[in-house]
C-alpha cells in the first residue's frame, strides 16, 4: 500500500512510555506514527500535514482528548480525520461523551496487539470508503463546471446572434432582454424584405436548457432562409396576410415532420410595408402584441390566441392585418415578462405591462425600454434572476425615418 | 404528485402539485404514462390543484393525449384562473376537451 494520508498516524499521549510503545507497534504495522504529548500541538500538526488518522489519550493535562475531538469536528478540514481514543475500564462516562464529540473508536488500555491492528483496519476501511467518496464527488463537479460552461456557451451564442437596435426604412427597432439563470429558448429578429419591407419575429421554445437553445437557434436560422422567399412572393404581388399565413402553414407542418421529441414553440410573426405601414401578423401561441399611436387613449391588444408550433399538424394559422400610424409603437414580448412573479408569488400580468407600454410612450425608444424593464426587475426585486428569459421587442414607425426616407426617394426620383 | 382512481372504467387522475412547469413536467409524464399503461380505459385529467402552468407543462398534456392514441379520451377538468388563459392564448382549448368537473367529465364519457 502505497504510504498516503491514510497511513500517517498521530499519537496524542502524555505518557511518554506508551507513546513509544505504540510508535513502534503502529511501525510494524507499517504506519507512519507521529506524536506528541499535547492537544494544541497535535491540532496544529493535523493543520500543517495530511494526516487523516489521530490516536489520543483520553487524559492530559491542558486539553483532554475529549477537548481535542471536539476542537478536531470544529474545524473544516480538506479530508476526514478518523478518531480513536484510548481508554481504561474506569473512563466509561467520560468515553461516552468522548464519543458525542465526534470520536470514531476506542481501545482500551493495556493495549492489546491484536485489537489495535483490528481497530486501524476498521479505520483505513472508513479512510478508504471516504476518500473513493471524496474522489467520486470531485469527478462529479467537473462534469458539473463542464456542463455549466456549455450552457453558459449557448446562452452567450445566443446572446450574440440577437440583432442590434437599428433603422430598417421608415421602422426602428430596440428591445431588451435577459436569459433566465437556466438557460431558455427566447429569440428574436429583424430584417429587411426586399426594399420596402421587413420581417420580424419572436420564439420562446418550451422548455429550458440547451435543447432549447438548440431549437432557438435552428429557428433563427429557418428564418433567415425564408428571407428570399418572402421577397419573391412580395415581388409576386402576394398579399403580405397571404405570405404570412402560408408561411407559418407550411413551417408548422415541416416542423411536425422533422421533431423527434416533444418540443414546440410559440411565435409572435410579422410582415410589415415600410412605406405604407401596413403590417401582416401572425399569432402562434405567443402572447399578444401591445399597440399605441398618439391618437389612442388607451393600449389596444393585438391577437387572440393562435396554436403553437410543433404540436398540431395542418393548423391555420390567420393573419391580422393593420395599419400603422406614424409615431405607433408595437411591442412584442415573451410569456417570461407576464409570468414574472415578485416575492408574494404575483404575477406581473398583461395588465401592468399594458399600462407600462403606455406611461412610456412618451419617452424615447431607448428610454421606454429602459422604464418597462426596471418596472419588471422592480418587480421581480430582490430575486437573483428572471424564472424564464424575458424578452421584449418594439418596432416604433417613426416619423422623421419616414420623412427622411421620402426625401431620399424625391431625390431620387429627381435625379 | 398523482392521485389516481379507477371509476365506471374510467381513469381519473389529479395532479396534487400547484404549479406544472419546466421543473416537474419530467416526473409528471414519466408518473402519469405508468398511471394510464395500467388499462386501456379512457383518462380523466383534474387540474383544479394548479395554479400555474408554463408552456412546458402544456407540453406534457399534450403528450398525455399522445400516449393515449386515438382510441382512448382524454377529458381536462378543473381548468381555471391563468390556466384558462394560457389554453385560450395557445388555442388549445379547441384541441382539449375541456369540462368543468370531473363527474361532467365523467358523464360525458358514460353518455358515449
Not at chain 1, 103 to 112: C, E, G, T, V, Y
Request: proline content about 2%; aromatic content about 8%.
Amino acid at each position: 500500500m502505497q504510504i498516503t494520508a491514510e497511513k500517517k498516524v498521530l499519537i496524542v499521549e502524555d505518557d511518554l512510555l506508551m507513546q513509544k510503545l505504540l510508535g513502534k507497534l503502529l511501525s510494524n504495522m507499517g504506519f507512519c506514527p507521529m506524536a506528541t504529548s499535547q492537544g494544541h500541538e497535535a491540532l496544529h500538526l493535523l493543520m500543517h500535514e495530511e494526516i487523516s488518522l489521530v490516536i489520543t489519550d483520553l487524559n492530559m493535562p491542558s486539553m483532554s482528548g475529549h477537548e481535542l475531538c471536539k476542537a478536531i469536528r470544529a474545524k473544516d478540514f480538506q479530508h476526514y480525520i478518523y478518531i480513536i481514543v484510548i481508554t481504561s475500564q474506569s473512563d466509561s462516562q467520560s468515553l461516552a461523551d468522548t464519543m458525542q464529540a465526534g470520536a470514531d473508536d476506542f481501545i482500551s488500555k493495556p493495549l492489546n496487539p491484536a485489537e489495535l491492528t483490528a481497530r486501524l483496519k476498521s479505520a483505513l476501511r472508513v479512510l478508504e470508503l471516504e476518500a473513493s467518496l471524496n474522489h467520486r464527488n470531485q469527478k462529479l463537479n467537473l462534469t458539473l463546471n463542464q456542463i455549466k460552461l456549455e450552457q453558459d456557451e449557448a446562452k452567450s451564442t445566443l446572446l450574440g446572434v440577437l440583432p442590434q437596435p437599428q433603422h430598417i426604412g421608415a421602422v426602428s427597432f430596440n428591445w431588451f432582454f435577459e436569459a433566465s439563470s437556466f438557460i431558455g429558448g427566447d429569440i428574436f429578429d429583424y430584417f429587411p424584405v426586399g426594399n420596402d419591407h421587413l420581417c420580424f419575429y419572436m420564439v420562446d421554445v418550451a422548455g429550458h436548457g440547451v435543447m432549447a437553445a438548440l431549437q432557438a437557434f435552428t429557428v433563427y436560422n429557418d428564418l433567415l432562409s425564408a428571407q428570399v422567399g418572402f421577397e419573391r412572393k412580395i415581388n409576386a404581388g402576394q398579399s403580405l396576410a397571404a405570405i404570412a399565413s402560408t408561411f407559418m402553414f407550411d413551417y408548422n407542418n415541416q416542423f411536425l415532420e422533422k421533431k423527434r421529441n416533444d418540443c414546440y414553440f410559440t411565435m409572435f410573426f410579422g410582415l410589415l410595408n415600410t412605406q405604407s405601414g401596413e403590417v401582416a401578423l401572425v399569432q402562434a401561441g405567443h402572447p399578444a402584441a401591445l399597440y399605441i399611436d398618439a391618437d389612442m387613449t388607451t393600449v389596444q391588444i393585438v391577437g387572440d390566441g393562435g396554436l403553437p408550433i410543433g404540436l398540431v399538424e395542418n393548423a391555420n394559422y390567420e393573419s391580422i392585418v393593420m395599419q400603422l400610424k406614424l409615431g405607433a409603437r408595437l411591442c412584442i414580448y415573451s410569456d417570461g415578462v407576464t409570468d414574472c412573479e415578485n416575492n408574494e408569488s404575483e404575477f406581473f400580468g398583461q395588465q401592468r405591462w399594458m399600462q407600462v407600454f403606455h406611461e412610456a410612450y412618451s419617452m424615447d425608444l431607448q428610454g421606454a425600454l429602459t422604464s418597462m424593464e426596471g418596472h419588471l426587475k422592480g418587480w421581480r426585486s430582490n430575486q437573483a434572476s428572471y424564472k424564464d428569459d424575458v424578452s421584449c421587442l418594439i418596432l416604433e414607425y417613426d416619423v422623421d425615418q419616414c420623412l427622411l426616407n421620402k426625401n431620399s426617394d424625391d431625390v431620387l426620383g429627381d435625379g | 404528485m398523482l392521485e389516481s382512481k379507477v371509476v365506471n372504467h374510467v381513469t381519473c387522475v389529479k395532479l396534487a402539485v400547484d404549479r406544472l412547469d419546466a421543473a416537474r413536467t419530467a416526473e409528471f409524464k414519466d408518473k402519469i404514462e405508468g398511471v394510464i399503461n395500467q388499462n386501456a380505459n379512457h383518462v380523466i385529467l383534474n387540474l383544479s390543484a394548479i395554479k400555474f402552468m408554463d408552456s412546458t407543462g402544456l407540453g406534457a398534456a399534450v403528450s398525455v393525449l399522445k400516449m393515449l392514441g386515438s382510441h382512448r379520451e382524454l377529458i381536462l377538468c378543473g381548468v381555471s384562473g391563468m390556466l384558462v388563459d394560457l389554453f385560450k392564448l395557445t388555442k388549445m382549448d379547441r384541441v382539449f376537451n375541456i369540462v368543468d368537473s370531473e363527474a361532467s367529465a365523467l358523464s360525458a364519457i358514460n353518455a358515449k
